[in-house]
């Protein structure tokens, strides 16, 4: 039988269980090109802004590291530096995750058996999870293109900035196809492939740094890692410059390449097996492991080490590049008006710190609603019956995942607070002191703890009130508090609106003093939702 | 004082009612059988008893207590296996095993031991990697080897084989025996004949039959395949005799117990050569409630 019949069928069956993920992803990613270019295109309008921005990254460490090599001084180009690398990260991650997700996860759960013992070929999942997601990382690469030309930008180099996101996409999905095959289960064959997109970033990011700026000052000859990262390839196209289209043939052929080895190892394991065999674990449980919070704290201690070490890195970047921020705004009055206008008015250095703080506490934010969210993945996914039959409360149950909730929330505001802290205190020589610097950071980053509990608040109000809500309740609230703390003054949202966001009543710190008050008031309303989830909870039916 | 004892109970989910003026009552130290087609209440009766469901109507006790207000402390005395058994993924049965037996108040380490070797259970291994049969020992295993009062079983055995359920039927009689009570639902009738002292059998929300395998059976009718000398008229037309047909000489019908006595007597009368009579199986009380065929006229339970 033809190794590939039956494609075309799961390719519909993925693109109907993604009927709204893969909308979302390609209508977002295109939404934030588009808003980023718009805002930078706003920006430097003027050609000495240019001018003196592609002088300045080009000459940064920093700026090299974490948005690739500048190319010349066009509008194209700074839209280049400014959104190429978020989004190109964004389309990897959405791509492996899509891969992953039509092929291992449907061996892992055992809906491959159905489909599989059908009219269907031994290449015929991995083909259409690689049809479905290249297919939606060419519409992103179009999307995105269109969204440039609509800003008046060149239309050649709108192309060839689209098809080297694509190109990004490509090279992703092929490296997904690998793990998915090597890893039994998706968690695996998914943080496989985002470490290996953390590589690419990193090679990249150090062939960037070490690379060399050209005589005219406002070029970036990147080092030779940059050309071992599918990254690093898609930078070199230089969208805006020199469109070195010819260079789209790299990923090209890698995503050949791998998708071939991944078709290879199809071809040789079992299915439902990969071919790192799981290990064995311990036949009894420790001590820890004996209560409701002891679960608890079990099921949140690996998303909490991810999120720790994912924003401790982002706080040493913060941190390390804040000393630069005089220097990169410089003369650009537009720029200096943003950060101000988010972070207050005080220094230019502790206004991005406030700036860049409320970004941690809505990130943090972020980590809190999937924290109390983790209840109602429990409950929903049937494994709540088997603990709440025993001699355990409803209270203690939530509690254990509450306190873990808020246990994290606390230590991921210190850390992220501390890195910023210590270096940016790193990287200067005037300032009062490390541990001086590091303990105000932190205390800063810390202040944010009572808006972030509110809207943990909500989420525990909607669990116990609404379940079947609970996620689309929380998520929802999250964006609207981003909205209108990032963008109330900007798109000027009603005051009532603002002021609905938690997050509108924290003072700017560093920039401004904290005072207790409004803390207080927080953290009051944010004991009164948790009161209102948990009688709820304890009055209501389970969802089995 | 019964084990459990639940009278008038409603749950209706929305429109639907799930349960619809349900009885139970299960005594002390009995194993007592609950039986139902899918759909029938039985889970939503057990997460009751349990406490996880709230009732709208009714009154319920187990051990003496109210499931929903008195629920943490009733749980360190019982133990419940659900229907569908789900485990969390990273971790291994072992560790599963011993967290569900803390979570009621701790378990027999040997009697643990004992048992996952007497299912043949590797406790080293992840929940991910469990078969459905896997996964419903685990949870067997952490519920057996718990010192408890009660044992709330919810389809236990689906998904063991054979063997497996041998065993599992061996330890049921052993906590019997320990003097247990085991509320026990199945759809699995020759496990509840081999195990059970009481059966309750619920359709729709509602008992549609309860008492002892010995009551029920003598409600049910039994087959009789006959061969006699003369032919006999009119069979068909004797109080009790139903589904009569013929096949070649021999006769096959089935008679209502209360009416076997007069039937034979009658077939006497015509020089019986050979008689064949099957017993009444559980199955056939059960197709008689829930098979194609319209109930009779007059019910069993009617005609007592």
């Not at chain 1, 993920?21 to 934030?32: D, K, S």
């Not at chain 1, 991995?126 to 030309?149: E, K, N």
């Not at chain 1, 803390?519 to 909870?537: E, K, N, S």
């Not at chain 2, 639940?6 to 130290?29: C, H, I, M, N, W």
């Amino acid at each position: 039988m033809n190794a590939l019949a039956g494609t075309g069928r799961l390719a519909r069956l993925a693109l109907r269980r993604d009927r709204i993920t893969l909308p979302v992803w390609i209508a977002g990613v295109t939404a934030v090109g588009f808003a980023v270019a718009a805002s930078v295109a706003d920006l430097y309008a003027a050609e000495s802004d240019r001018l003196a921005y592609a002088g300045t990254t080009a000459v940064s460490v920093v700026a090299r590291a974490f948005n690739g090599p500048v190319s010349g001084a066009s509008l194209g180009s700074i839209v280049v530096a400014e959104t190429f690398t978020s989004l190109a990260v964004l389309v990897a991650l959405m791509t492996t995750f899509t891969v992953v997700r039509h092929t291992r996860q449907n061996e892992e759960t055992g809906r491959f058996e159905l489909t599989g013992s059908a009219m269907v070929g031994r290449h015929a999942p991995l083909a259409a999870a690689l049809a479905v997601a290249v297919g939606a990382d060419l519409l992103i690469g179009a999307g995105v293109a269109a969204a440039l030309v609509g800003l008046d930008l060149p239309l050649p180099g709108a192309l060839a900035y689209g098809a080297a996101l694509a190109g990004v996409g490509v090279a992703f999905a092929a490296v997904a196809a690998v793990t998915a095959q090597i890893f039994s289960t998706s968690r695996a064959a998914n943080s496989a492939a985002a470490i290996a997109v953390g590589v690419a970033f990193g090679l990249r990011a150090v062939g960037d740094a070490l690379g060399t700026v050209d005589a005219d000052g406002l070029r970036v000859t990147s080092a030779w890692p940059s050309w071992l990262s599918p990254l690093g390839w898609a930078n070199q196209v230089r969208p805006f410059d020199a469109d070195h289209s010819g260079l789209l043939a790299l990923p090209a052929v890698f995503g050949l390449l791998a998708g071939t080895v991944a078709a290879v190892l199809v071809e040789r394991r079992d299915a439902g097996t990969g071919l790192v065999a799981p290990r064995p674990g311990p036949a009894r449980a420790g001590a820890g492991l004996r209560t409701a919070t002891g679960l608890a704290w079990r099921l949140h201690r690996g998303g909490l080490l991810g999120w720790a070490i994912g924003l401790a890195v982002l706080g040493v970047a913060m941190g390390a590049v804040t000393d630069e921020v005089d220097a990169l705004v410089g003369d650009n009055a537009g720029l200096a008006d943003a950060i101000t206008q988010l972070g207050g008015t005080g220094g230019l250095v502790d206004a991005f710190l406030a700036t860049i703080m409320s970004f941690v506490a809505l990130m943090v934010a972020g980590y809190a609603v999937q924290a109390v969210l983790r209840a109602y993945v429990e409950e929903g996914a049937g494994r709540l019956e088997a603990v709440a039959a025993g001699a355990v409360s409803r209270s203690r149950w939530l509690g254990g995942h509450l306190a873990c909730a808020a246990g994290g929330v606390l230590v991921l505001l210190a850390l992220t607070g501390a890195t910023i802290g210590l270096a940016y205190a790193a990287t200067v020589d005037g300032t009062a002191g490390v541990m001086a610097e590091t303990a105000r950071m932190t205390g800063a980053a810390l202040a944010h703890a009572p808006a972030v509990f509110v809207l943990a608040g909500v989420v525990v109000a909607g669990f116990g009130l609404l379940p079947r809500w609970s996620a689309a309740i929380a998520w929802t609230a999250l964006a609207l508090c981003a909205l209108a703390g990032q963008f109330g003054a900007v798109l000027d949202l009603p005051t009532a609106v603002v002021n609905a966001s938690p997050f509108s009543h924290v003072r700017a710190v560093p920039v401004d003093e904290v005072t207790a008050g409004p803390l207080l008031a927080l953290l009051a309303v944010a004991v009164g939702l948790l009161a209102v989830g948990m009688v709820a909870f304890r009055r209501r039916d389970l969802a089995l | 004082m019964p084990a459990i004892a639940v009278s008038q109970l409603v749950k209706t989910y929305g429109s639907t009612r799930a349960l619809d003026g349900f009885d139970l009552r299960v005594e002390p130290g009995e194993v007592h059988g609950f039986l139902g087609p899918n759909g029938a209440g039985k889970s939503t009766t057990i997460r009751i008893l349990l406490g996880l469901l709230r009732r709208d109507s009714g009154d319920v006790t187990v051990l003496g207590g109210d499931p929903w207000r008195d629920a943490v402390a009733l749980h360190r005395r019982l133990a419940y296996v659900p229907g569908d058994v789900n485990l969390w993924p990273n971790l291994t049965g072992g560790e599963v095993i011993d967290l569900l037996g803390s979570l009621r108040g701790g378990l027999d380490h040997r009697r643990r031991d004992d048992l996952l070797e007497r299912f043949e259970l590797d406790p080293t291994k992840k929940c991910r990697t469990y078969s459905k049969g896997n996964r419903q020992k685990t949870a067997i295993v952490a519920a057996l080897a718990s010192d408890v009062e009660l044992l709330v079983l919810d389809e236990p055995t689906s998904g063991l084989d054979p063997l497996m359920e041998a065993v599992f039927q061996d330890r049921v009689r052993q906590a019997r025996t320990a003097g247990t009570t085991v509320l026990l639902s199945s759809h699995v009738l020759a496990e509840v004949e081999a195990l059970c002292d009481r059966v309750t059998i619920v359709r729709a929300g509602r008992v549609v039959e309860s008492g002892t395998l010995a009551e029920l059976r003598h409600l049910t009718r039994v087959s009789v395949a006959v061969r006699t000398a003369h032919p006999v008229d009119r069979l068909d037309a004797v109080p009790g005799v139903h589904d009569l047909r013929a096949d070649g000489d021999t006769m096959h019908l089935e008679v209502d117990s209360e009416h076997l006595g007069a039937v034979l007597r009658l077939l006497a009368d015509h020089d019986i050569r050979s008689l064949n009579s099957a017993p009444p199986s559980l199955d056939e009380l059960f197709m008689r409630h829930y098979g194609d065929r319209p109930a009779p006229a007059t019910s069993p339970a009617g005609a007592r």
